[in-house]
T-cell receptor, first 114, second 111 residues
Framework: DTGVSQNPRHKITKRGQNVTFRCDPI?????LYWYRQTLGQGPEFLTY????????KSRLLSDRFSAERPKGSFSTLEIQRTEQGDSAMYLC????????????FGPGTRLTVT | AQSVTQPDIHITVSEGASLELRCNYS??????LFWYVQSPGQGLQLLLK??????LVQGIKGFEAEFKRSQSSFNLRKPSVHWSDAAEYFC?????????FGSGTKLNVKP
């Protein structure tokens, strides 16, 4: 069990550019979650997948954000036309699914928009 | 609306002293509660969880937490703090597969 991995760990981009982050969950975990964490705050829920189906999206997830989990394994989170307010840590978590509520978090991707 | 409050932003304790971190939640149903710890550059690590049953739950690294329904609280405790416990601690409540987190408590440990 290698844990949840996220790439890249850091991303610096200019305002208006698109960025994509990747999350590899613990193998055989059915559920995958994305959270955003800003300085001095706890993580905020963005969206989650049950296998390849995206089941819920937060109102925080504007139209510029899109997430996919095409084969029910890894997931990507894309932000289009980045804004300075998008600067944050983006966390991914996975969970075995039914019968287990525990979420296992990756180290996060820190995004800085200049 | 569901919410989690951690009233203490920063706490400093001396090494070897006892610790209590407060967490209050607002939730309509029976809550599923968690404590996570986050060290710089590290992901969130699960310390312990409460689903049902015994209201005093034991976790890793010598931590425990007590669920008190009457006070809507789930406070984290440790009898003797080690310097390696310095980190940020987050309380979370599960709401239909989404976690709501508190804003965290940063723990400093004095030698």
């Amino acid at each position: 069990d290698t844990g949840v991995s996220q790439n890249p760990r850091h991303k610096i981009t200019k305002r208006g550019q698109n960025v994509t982050f990747r999350c590899d969950p613990i193998s055989e975990h059915n559920r995958l979650y994305w959270y955003r964490q800003t300085l001095g705050q706890g993580p905020e829920f963005l969206t989650y997948f049950q296998n390849e189906a995206q089941l819920e999206k937060s109102r925080l997830l504007s139209d510029r954000f899109s997430a996919e989990r095409p084969k029910g394994s890894f997931s990507t989170l894309e932000i289009q036309r980045t804004e300075q307010g998008d600067s944050a840590m983006y966390l991914c978590a996975s969970s075995p699914g039914t019968g287990s509520l525990e979420q296992y978090f990756g180290p996060g991707t820190r995004l800085t928009v200049t | 609306a569901q919410s989690v409050t951690q009233p203490d932003i920063h706490i400093t304790v001396s090494e070897g002293a006892s610790l209590e971190l407060r967490c209050n939640y607002s939730y309509g149903a029976t809550p599923y509660l968690f404590w996570y710890v986050q060290s710089p550059g590290q992901g969130l690590q699960l310390l312990l969880k409460y689903f049902s049953g015994d209201t005093l739950v034991q976790g890793i690294k010598g931590f425990e937490a007590e669920f008190k329904r009457s006070q809507s609280s789930f406070n984290l405790r440790k009898p003797s703090v080690h310097w390696s416990d310095a980190a940020e601690y987050f309380c979370a409540v599960d709401n239909f597969n989404k976690f709501y987190f508190g804003s965290g408590t940063k723990l400093n440990v004095k030698p």
